[in-house]
């Protein structure tokens, strides 16, 4: 037999042509594959504090680019800017950048980049 993958679509779940950010405290890190999970505590478009849950890449890929397990802890506080999901009511979406002020770290969607 032969070897089947497959993957869902990103841009049947996210608006790939929009980017929205929020800033919040972690409440949860998710590393595993095939996709690692950031929870974070942020307000809304009406300000009210809500659970946003990020999509990131697996723990194989992101590994590759120094984040492990331990990276980010509850409490961390964060500025996520990445693709909503459709369902706004949802309140997800899929990472495209994490900065975390109190010691610089920062990830970005191209290899290398430096988030600011």
Known sequence: GAA??????????????KSIKIEGKIV??????????????APDETGA????SVEWGG???LGTQ????????????VAVT?????DPAEHRMRMQTLKRAR???GWGTA???VVQ
Do not use: C, I
Request: cysteine-free; charged content about 20%; overall charge negative.
């Open 28 to 41: 949860q890190f998710l590393f595993r594959n095939p996709h690692s999970f950031v929870h974070v505590m």
């Open 4 to 17: 089947a993958y497959g993957h869902h679509s990103f841009s049947a779940t996210y608006e790939d042509q």
């Open 66 to 77: 120094g984040v492990g397990k331990d990276t980010l802890k509850p409490g961390d506080v």
């Open 103 to 105: 010691d610089g770290f």
């Open 59 to 61: 723990a194989g890929q």
């Open 111 to 113: 290899p290398g980049e």
């Open 49 to 52: 504090l809500t659970r946003w």
């Open 82 to 86: 990445g693709n909503p999901g459709r």
